[in-house]
């Protein structure tokens, strides 16, 4: 009746309410006014059982205020439909929810939620029924469910939408991931990417996230600790991907897609979706098309259904396209649909099927839209943004932009933030099959394009962050087009984090695509970045890659400097056999180009190298000669860092002095060129050579100008190593309180920083401390972790002093023969490096 006499369809909300009267729900009855039985609505939407979420919006149809949550519903009949729903089972009702307010800074990274979702009742009831704690043992767990089924049938559709029915529940976050497990031309995200975009969301900074996985994980799960939050981690290859990204409290939903099913993850409720129904599809396409449409073409409804599978995404193209031209009939569509070059059994391809609809959708376009969504395809990440895109295209931004949005408009791309678009998996390998001969020539252009922009962007981005960087000539020409400006260094640094994944991809793609000086020169840029934030394996990974293109172009000047770009690498990450290795192939190659600048920058590095392995003899006059050439060659920020690797070098050996003095010529050099981190690690060398000195005065001094100027969110393991320090002269000074509170803060920030080389020597300065407080249990462990950091990568300064302090507290714990053990490896050690008698007992 409300169809015939106000021509409005009963919406959801009374729908639901049918439902649940027919089902007889307590929850309605009233004690004075039970309910009266009631006609049922002509189609019910599928929602959750149950006021979910807690605080619906009132139905488009309804006065606004006249109907609150189901529990409340008022219990008057409205004039509706006679066909009573035939739901697939009858799905147990939540209880409300009731989470309080969601804190101000809760994320919600969740997609958007699709306002004319139908169908899949069956699998929301066994959805909301486990969300609910049916199945699985209350609160005391969290609770995760893996929807699987074949591409294209609407897995993430389905889950997005349950996940924003719950989004209540939840209220400390609703996070979103896409996995990647079955993106055509790409490779599965790996758990430590997905760790660090997930810890990112969360509010923690590049440079505090651990290296490595077990570490990412743990820090992950201490984050969600106490907290509620539904985490949706889509597109899964398998069981492996996924375990490190489980929450370890109870509290929280964990919602997966994947098209295998994941049997050998355990603890999970599986929800398997196939092919919709007819009658959901049917439903689907009245609300996508429109009913009118529909209703008049029955049959034809039906066998358009059918040639699509019953895929939604299929679907949802056709009818967008139907919708797009309304002088198509449905029979018109499926007549074209029945070219068997359009339709594959979807069984043995179900993307094929898809790629008929959508190879329908392409046809349809204007042909500057074809090309458009053809060469946008070429773009090597899951997002572009219209900068980028505008690159891809060749055009101004503004109409790279109104190109994203008809293709928005027409379902061909998706939009998961403002600003951003991605390629559905489906619609992207169908995109590229797209490409052949005919467009290589065109294709090619845009590349290069795409590399040029990202060149020129990155190096504007690197000339705000890292000013006083010594020049390259690339050899590259500027890009032409407009891309963003950067007034201050936050900016730079933002574009850099937001394209981050589209410039590794970038670079991968020039190496792919025969452009190995864009892919080394570039690969340099992103370094500059990767290790200003200390992501120090992909910084690592680029390295390579750029060497490897190095080599092909036969590029003497570019090798030695992608060369020692890549020794840097290795030695931030402990790999200092390998480093030493590149390093010097490094400084051999720059003196055979006549590059001084970087021979110098191969001597810093092959001492620095040298040094971490304890060969100081044979460092001592590389870092020398390095600080002599930096400053004929007027390169200050060179020689600054090779003067603090100097001070470090004669501080290890004894050479108080030589070491403060060299210290304080690099902390006045950084103090000139405003290099902040420069300036700190200076100032920390110059503290532990005041120590040995016996100038604890004078170092807490110099301790407290170096902590001024920390910040624990850029760098987190010198700022760890700052207050590591500052806790030991604090002792010296008896003040037990102050040294308490430094050695605290620098365990915490040393574990976290992903910086193992510094929190070898955070737990050693550390252990010392314990021993002198009498806990020696804690000395022991600290002296134990260092070790297990410092011997791998032949650290052997904090290997030896990791050693000497096991000696202490096994024999402060009554084991003399460990301890005789632990000093007689040490001695090894010290003989190695050659250390004088005085420092051997550190």
């Not at 990204?245 to 409720?269: F, K, M, N, W």
């Not at 960087?469 to 087009?481: D, F, H, K, L, V």
């Not at 589209?502 to 500059?528: I, K, P, T």
């Not at 532990?688 to 000195?693: E, K, M, S, T």
Request: hydrophobic share 40%; aromatic share 6%.
């Amino acid at each position: 009746m409300l169809v015939d006499e106000l021509g409005i369809d009963p919406g959801p909300r009374l729908a639901r309410l049918y439902e649940a009267i027919l089902r007889d729900e307590p929850e309605l009855a009233a004690p004075q006014r039970p309910a009266p039985e009631r006609a049922a609505p002509e189609r019910a939407a599928a929602a959750p059982p149950g006021p979910v979420p807690a605080q619906p919006e009132p139905d488009a149809a309804e006065p606004a205020g006249t109907a609150g949550p189901l529990s409340e519903a008022p219990v008057l009949a409205e004039p509706v439909s006679d066909r009573p729903p035939q739901p697939p089972s009858q799905p147990q009702r939540l209880p409300p929810a009731q989470p309080g307010a969601a804190p101000d800074d809760a994320p919600c990274t969740l997609p958007y939620d699709l306002p004319d979702f139908t169908g899949r009742a069956r699998e929301l009831s066994r959805l909301f029924d486990y969300a609910q704690g049916a199945c699985r043992g209350g609160e005391r767990y969290s609770r995760i469910v893996a929807i699987d089924g074949m591409g294209g049938m609407g897995k993430t559709t389905l889950a997005v939408h349950a996940a924003h029915q719950l989004a209540g529940r939840y209220p400390d976050g609703q996070l979103h991931v896409d996995l990647r497990g079955f993106t055509p031309g790409g490779s599965p995200v790996s758990p430590a990417a997905a760790l660090d975009g997930l810890l990112r969301t969360l509010g923690t900074p590049g440079d505090r996230i651990p290296e490595d996985l077990e570490g990412r994980t743990a820090l992950w799960r201490a984050k969600l600790d106490g907290r509620r939050v539904l985490l949706l981690l889509d597109n899964a290859v398998d069981a492996p991907q996924i375990r490190p990204l489980l929450p370890a409290s109870p509290g929280c939903l964990v919602l997966i897609t994947s098209r295998g099913r994941l049997l050998d993850l355990d603890g999970v409720e599986w929800v398997s979706i196939g092919m919709m129904e007819p009658q959901d599809s049917t439903s689907l396409m009245s609300e996508t098309l429109g009913t009118a449409r529909v209703t008049a073409e029955p049959e034809a409804s039906a066998e358009l259904a059918e040639l699509c599978g019953h895929l939604p995404l299929a679907l949802r193209i056709a009818t967008a396209r139907l919708r797009n031209r309304p002088r198509w009939t449905v029979r018109y569509l499926v007549e074209r649909l029945r070219d068997e070059t359009r339709r594959m059994d979807e069984l043995s391809s179900g993307e094929r099927s898809v790629a008929a609809t959508l190879r329908l959708s392409y046809l349809a376009m204007d042909e500057e839209y074809r090309t458009a969504f053809r060469i946008l395809s070429l773009y090597p990440c899951a997002g572009t943004d219209v900068y980028s895109a505008a690159a891809l295209l060749g055009t101004a931004v503004r109409d790279a932009e109104d190109a994203l949005e008809f293709l928005l408009d027409v379902h061909l791309v998706q939009q998961p933030d403002i600003g951003l678009y991605t390629f559905h998996d489906l619609v992207r390998t169908f995109a590229q099959s797209l490409r052949g001969p005919a467009t290589a020539q065109d294709d090619a252009v845009a590349v290069e394009r795409l590399l040029g922009y990202y060149m020129t962007t990155s190096d504007a981005a690197c000339e705000v962050l890292f000013p006083r960087r010594e020049q390259r000539r690339t050899g590259i020409p500027p890009y032409g087009g407009e891309r963003p400006s950067f007034r201050t260094a936050d900016e730079a640094v933002s574009w850099f984090d937001r394209e981050q994944a589209g410039l590794l991809a970038a670079v991968s793609l020039a190496e792919r695509s025969g452009h190995d000086r864009y892919a080394a020169c570039l690969s340099r840029n992103v370094g500059f970045h990767l290790h200003a934030q200390g992501q120090l394996d992909e910084f690592w990974s680029v390295g390579h890659l750029a060497v490897a293109a190095a080599r092909r172009l036969d590029d003497p000047a570019l090798l030695g400097i992608s060369l020692a770009n890549l020794g840097a690498a290795c030695w931030k990450l402990g790999r200092f056999e390998e480093g030493l290795d590149v390093a010097t192939e490094a400084r051999d190659t720059a003196v055979r180009a006549g590059d001084r600048h970087t021979e110098a920058h191969g001597d810093s590095t092959t001492g620095l190298l040298m040094s971490m392995l304890g060969r100081y003899a044979e460092a001592l006059p590389l870092l020398e000669r390095s600080v002599a050439l930096a400053r004929d060659l007027g390169n200050p920020r060179a020689e600054a860092e090779t003067l603090s690797t100097l001070s470090t070098l004669y501080e290890r050996w004894g050479r108080y002095p030589e070491a403060a003095a060299a210290a304080r010529r690099a902390i006045g050099i950084g103090r000139e060129l405003g290099y902040r981190s420069n300036v700190i690690a200076a100032l920390t060398d110059l503290a532990f050579a005041q120590v040995g000195l016996d100038e604890y005065t004078d170092a807490d001094a110099t301790l407290k100008r170096a902590r001024d100027l920390c910040d624990e969110t850029k760098s987190p393991g010198d700022v760890a190593l700052v207050l590591a320090l500052s806790a030991r002269v604090a002792q010296e000074r008896e003040d037990g309180v102050a040294a308490r509170a430094f050695a605290e803060r620098a365990l915490v920030l040393g574990r976290t920083s992903g910086a193992p080389i510094r929190l070898a020597k955070v737990e050693n300065v550390l252990g010392r401390l314990h021993a002198a407080w009498g806990e020696h249990t804690a000395a022991l462990d600290l002296h134990t972790h260092a070790h297990k950091i410092a011997s791998p990568m032949s650290f052997r300064a904090e290997e030896a002093a990791a050693l000497v302090g096991l000696a202490h507290a096994a024999e402060a714990l009554g084991d003399p023969s460990a301890a005789a053990g632990h000093r007689t490896a040490a001695e090894a050690l010290f003989e190695v490096m050659g250390l004088p008698a005085h420092r051997r007992a550190y």
